[in-house]
């Protein structure tokens, strides 16, 4: 498998699974910081998943209602 194919396929591992541990674990391993707060690290994961075109629709769905929920909006513009 290609470095991008595996980047891919860990990244939606971690996020599609809304796991917060799991996402945590992949942010270290990939270098990035965590979010200070609860609802930025939600908003950040929430909004990842809608702008990721192969997400399952229902992801996508529960995603952008959260975001909706908490008054922002589920595209990074």
């Keep these: 498998m290609n470095v991008m194919k595996q980047f891919v396929k860990e990244r939606n591992e971690a996020l599609f699974s809304l796991d917060r541990k799991k996402?945590?674990?992949y942010?270290?391993?990939c270098g990035?910081?965590?979010p200070d707060t609860d609802i930025v690290f939600w908003a950040a994961v929430h909004k990842?998943?809608?702008n990721i075109t192969t997400a399952p629709k229902e992801l996508v769905h529960k995603s952008?209602?959260?975001l909706f929920e908490h008054g922002m909006s589920p595209r990074f513009y």
């Design 23 to 25: 996402i945590e674990r």
């Design 27 to 29: 942010f270290a391993r």
């Design 32 to 34: 990035q910081p965590l």
């Design 48 to 50: 990842c998943i809608c």
């Design 64 to 66: 952008e209602q959260w």
